[in-house]
């Protein structure tokens, strides 16, 4: 039952509904959290796609909540380690940001976006030591 609800909004999300798609990501998480037949894939996807809908509200600090919940519940997924490495990162968090995408590369080597985010996230670091530094 949650799968097929899920699905629907996932496909919300995609139409950029996004007070639906999270008005059902919260449905499937609260349903999720008691009911332990639940799949854990999906409890973990729904709070990833939850936490990207604050983020499209620049909410950051609770789309970082939301990923972190989606670690805590499948911590092989790599997507939400990568997610909240982009809010880490944004935030100027940038040795806790490459933590994220060092972890993203551990579970999966071929994800592209995080070796580029690494790389960056190292160069905005040295930057902002250069600037802090006055040098």
Known sequence: MEH???ETANAELERRQLDLAEDLYGKII???TQNSKCRSEDLATAYNNRGQIK????????????YTEAIKVSP???VPY???GLVLYRL???DEAI???QKVLELNPQFEDAKISIKQSMLDREE???????I
């Open 55 to 66: 983020y499209f509200r620049v909410d950051f600090y609770e789309a970082m909540d939301d």
């Open 30 to 32: 609260e349903r999720c």
């Open 99 to 101: 933590k994220d995408f």
């Open 76 to 78: 092989n997924f790599e």
């Open 128 to 134: 902002k030591k250069k600037r802090l530094s006055g």
């Open 4 to 6: 097929s609800l899920l």
């Open 82 to 84: 990568y997610n909240r």
């Open 92 to 94: 100027g968090f940038f």
